[in-house]
């Protein structure tokens, strides 16, 4: 990718988290503990987890463990590849409880791997998919595929990235959402800064839903 493309904004984040030297197209990988609850009366579920991200390609796959009850465990993975976005849920980690694909989860999948550029800075420099504009929600906005295929990033006094938002992911069984990721306490990391902590939201009339939020607890490149 031509840095000469790239927003300033996004270049001070990558130098912010990189050094000024860059880095070469490292895939990242982190482990989380954290919670999801699936709507507002829901109780919180706690989780494991551990994600891969692509730094050459729109590609990831987020591995979840959770405890549902005490006696019940499910294993959650939401992924993005070859060219496809999925969501698969499982009793114990055998029996099939949610198994989602079509072109909304594509969408969705997409969106969230440009949200968590956080925790994967050198496919800002190096993946030749990811495009920029000026955003609505924020100065500086990343899309893939389709200019509808966005979120808009906004960055603190340090220029690191401290909000991801949409309003075109689509949310189940309520259509299109506003949808927003805020990230905090960026530490270092093997010579890498990320994130340490996260949560998920999304926006309606009712207000703000919070459903997901965690905590890092390794980072790293391999």
Known sequence: MDP????ELLLRHCRACLGDGGSPATDTRLEQVGEMRLAENKAWMPFTAEQWMSASEV?????ARFKMAP??????????ENGHGRL?????????VAHARGLEIDR???QRYLAELPW???????????HFAEGADGPVRVWCGDPE????????PQGRITRSFSRTRVRAGHGVAPWEGTFHDYAEFDGMWAPTRA???????AGRFEYWRGRVTWFGAR
């Open 4 to 7: 000469g493309s790239i927003p």
């Open 59 to 63: 590609a990831f796959c987020w591995h």
């Open 71 to 80: 006696l019940l465990t499910g294993v959650v993975e939401d992924a993005y």
């Open 88 to 96: 698969d849920a499982k009793m114990w980690g055998v029996i099939p």
């Open 108 to 110: 969705g999948e997409v």
């Open 120 to 130: 994967n800075p050198t496919a800002i420099l190096h993946n030749p998919h990811l």
């Open 149 to 156: 295929t966005h979120v808009d990033f906004q960055f603190d």
């Open 199 to 205: 949560e998920v939201a999304w926006h309606s009339a």
